[in-house]
T-cell receptor, first 115, second 114 residues
């Protein structure tokens, strides 16, 4: 069974600081990788996704993530955070086969950006 | 267009009662998923429907949980004889058929069992 680990449970940054949130997964086969964000009081929204091709993917709001297959990692980055980035971030994985598209989520990282 | 909708948004019930949670997926999305978000367990997969295929129930935590999807659209998650540990936010998501893995989530139903 696949599993996803997010190393940072809580992160506090000041505006304009750089962000990197770690995500590691355990699954030996082909995977599809996602980062979702949940702003306070809102539902989960997709930030970015990786299916294949260029391992550096760019998402909305200036976020990007890099898939490093050898490290089983898919870390999320943003060069300069804003107060509006305060949210909970979830890394998710599903197996790249047709056995079902259910997502396995990491435990989430709560990001607080201080103005 | 309209997103995934869920009702009710909040539900408070007494231990031992049955509850039904409803999900309306995005029109044209043949895949529908239920997840549960709770403090102790994070986001967990519960059940997955794809078209007319038999659902994948591998994530349901007990036989008190069941779900159906009528006409390939609306889905209902039923929890019988609710327990306090069932308190959580129940999320529904939908996606296009297999081959497109992007899931769109609804706002969730917050269930509180007293």
């Amino acid at each position: 069974a696949q599993s996803v680990s997010q190393h940072n449970h809580h992160v506090i940054l000041s505006e304009a600081a750089s962000l990197e949130l770690g995500c590691n997964y355990s699954y030996g086969g082909t995977v599809n990788l996602f980062w979702y964000v949940q702003y306070p009081g809102q539902h989960l929204q997709l930030l970015l996704k990786y299916f294949s091709g260029d391992p550096l993917v760019k998402g909305i709001k200036g976020f990007e993530a890099e898939f490093i297959k050898s490290k089983f990692s898919f870390n999320l980055r943003k060069p300069s955070v804003q107060w509006s980035d305060t949210a909970e971030y979830f890394c998710a994985v599903n197996a790249g086969n047709n056995a079902g598209n259910m997502l396995t989520f990491g435990g989430g990282t709560r990001l607080m950006v201080k103005p | 267009g309209a997103g995934v909708s869920q009702s009710p948004s909040n539900k408070v019930t007494e231990k031992g009662k049955d509850v039904e949670l409803r999900c309306d997926p995005i029109s044209g999305h043949t895949a529908l998923y239920w997840y549960r978000q709770s403090l102790g367990q994070g986001l967990e997969f519960l059940i997955y429907f794809q078209g007319n295929s038999a659902p994948d129930k591998s994530g349901l935590p007990s036989d008190r949980f069941s779900a159906e999807r009528t006409g390939g659209s609306v889905s209902t998650l039923t929890i019988q004889r609710t327990q306090q540990e069932d308190s959580a936010v129940y999320l529904c998501a939908s996606s296009l058929p297999v081959g497109s893995y992007e899931q769109y989530f609804g706002p969730g139903t917050r269930l509180t069992v007293t």
